[in-house]
C-alpha cells in the first residue's frame, strides 16, 4: 500500500523556467510533508517542509504548495538551474500523536528525476 | 556541520555471507531510521528507533534482518544469510520528530553476489 505516491518518474525542465513536482498522500493523518533532494551517490538532503496548518511554505527559489483537500502537494522551483538535476522524494509523518509508534515516522515516495537543461 | 556516518560506503559479498552495516547517528538526536533504495519502491522504511527503543520494524525480513542500537551511538543492520536481492543502498538516518527534517547518512551500497 504506497501512502505517498509521485506519479512522474521523470521531469526535463529547460534552464531558468519553473520545475513543477507532484505528489499524493492517501492517509489522512499525515500531517507534515517535507522535500527531499538526492544526488547520486550521496544520501537524501533536507530541502523544505509545510505543516498541514498551512497551505504554502517558500524558501528561496522553492516553495511547496499543500492542498489538503485533494490531498496533494507540489515543489516549485523558480526559476531552475542546472544544479537542480536530481532525484528528489516527497515524504510525510504524522506529528499529531505524539508517543505513538507511528509518530515522526517518515513515508517516502518513489522519487522523481528532475534534469534541467543548459 | 554534524553528520550521520555510516561505514562501510560499499560492501561486496557472497550469497550466504553475514552483512552488518552500521551508523552513527547525530549526537542528540533521538530517533534513527534504516532506509533502503531500491529503483521500484523507492525509499523503504526497515526499522525505526526512538530513545535506542525499537519502534516499527515491520518493513523488514524478519527471518533474515534485524536492528539494533546497542547505544546511543551505534545502530547496526545486520543481514544473515544475505541474498542477491538485498543488492541496495541501505540509508540510515536521525533526528527529532519535531525538528525540520531528518539527516541522511551516504548510505552503504551493499552487492550480493
Known amino acids: 500500500d504506497q501512502q505517498v505516491k509521485q506519479n512522474s518518474p521523470s521531469l526535463s525542465v529547460q534552464e531558468g523556467r519553473i520545475s513543477i513536482l507532484n505528489c499524493d498522500y492517501t492517509n489522512s493523518m499525515f500531517d507534515y510533508f517535507l522535500w527531499y533532494k538526492k544526488y547520486p551517490a550521496e544520501g537524501p538532503t533536507f530541502l523544505i517542509s509545510?505543516?498541514?496548518?498551512?497551505d504554502k511554505n517558500e524558501d528561496g527559489r522553492f516553495t511547496v504548495f499543500l492542498n489538503k483537500s485533494a490531498k496533494h502537494l507540489s515543489l516549485h522551483i523558480v526559476p531552475s538551474q542546472p544544479g537542480d538535476s536530481a532525484v528528489y522524494f516527497c515524504a510525510a509523518t504524522a506529528r499529531g500523536n505524539a508517543g505513538g509508534t507511528s509518530y515522526g515516522k517518515l513515508t517516502f515516495g518513489q522519487g522523481t528525476i528532475l534534469t534541467v537543461h543548459p | 556541520d554534524a553528520r550521520v556516518t555510516q561505514t562501510p560506503r560499499h560492501k561486496v559479498t557472497e550469497m550466504g555471507q553475514e552483512v552488518t552495516m552500521r551508523c552513527q547517528p547525530i549526537?542528540?538526536?533521538?530517533?534513527v531510521f534504516w532506509y533502503r533504495q531500491t529503483m521500484m519502491q523507492g525509499l523503504e522504511l526497515l526499522a525505526y528507533f526512538r530513545n535506542r527503543a525499537p519502534l516499527d520494524d515491520s518493513g523488514m525480513p524478519k527471518d533474515r534482518f534485524s536492528a539494533e542500537m546497542p547505544d546511543a551511538t551505534l545502530a547496526t543492520l545486520k543481514i544473515q544469510p544475505s541474498e542477491p536481492r538485498d543488492s541496495a543502498v541501505y540509508f540510515c538516518?536521525?533526528?527529532?520528530?519535531?525538528?525540520?527534517?531528518?539527516?541522511f547518512g551516504s548510505g552503504t551500497r551493499l552487492t550480493v553476489v
Open positions: 549526537l542528540g538526536h533521538n530517533t
Open positions: 538516518a536521525s533526528g527529532s520528530p519535531t525538528g525540520a527534517g531528518y539527516t
Open positions: 509545510i505543516s498541514s496548518i498551512k
